[in-house]
């Protein structure tokens, strides 16, 4: 099941206030920017979101799954929680780096 674009939007929605919020399809998917930096993977309408140190005590309870297959295991954020949704992409855009730049072809 593909995620319907409507709930993209909703995701977009509930990130407003962290920077500048777009979403790019890939893969059949989607993947969410914040200030350019790829920080959550949205797959079949469920929030994803790498497990790093930066969150691992906020995220303890959180359930974990893979977006894809043979993708290693993400948190699963409650997107409908707003405010801590909100806090958790604050911490993990601060550390995400930019996408390196592609080299066009001579």
Same mark, same amino acid.
Request: proline share 5%.
């Given at each position: ?38 920080? &959550?993977?949205?797959? =079949? *309408?469920?929030? %994803? ?7 691992? #005590? ?11 297959k043979g993708a290693?295991?993400?948190? &699963?954020?409650?997107? =409908? *929680?707003?405010? %801590? ?7 993990? #855009? ?13």
């Open positions: 099941m593909a995620t319907d674009l409507s709930f993209i939007e909703y995701v977009c929605e509930q990130l407003q206030g962290v920077g500048d919020i777009r979403y790019r399809k890939m893969f059949g998917e989607y993947m969410v920017y914040v200030n350019d930096k790829p920080v &959550i993977t949205v797959c =079949d *309408n469920t929030v %994803f979101i790498k497990q790093l140190d930066c969150i691992a #005590e906020q995220m303890q309870d959180a359930k974990v799954g893979a977006p894809y290693k295991p993400h948190y &699963i954020l409650d997107i =409908d *929680n707003a405010d %801590f949704a909100r806090e958790i992409i604050r911490q993990v #855009e601060a550390v995400t780096p930019l996408p390196k730049k592609k080299k066009k072809a001579a």
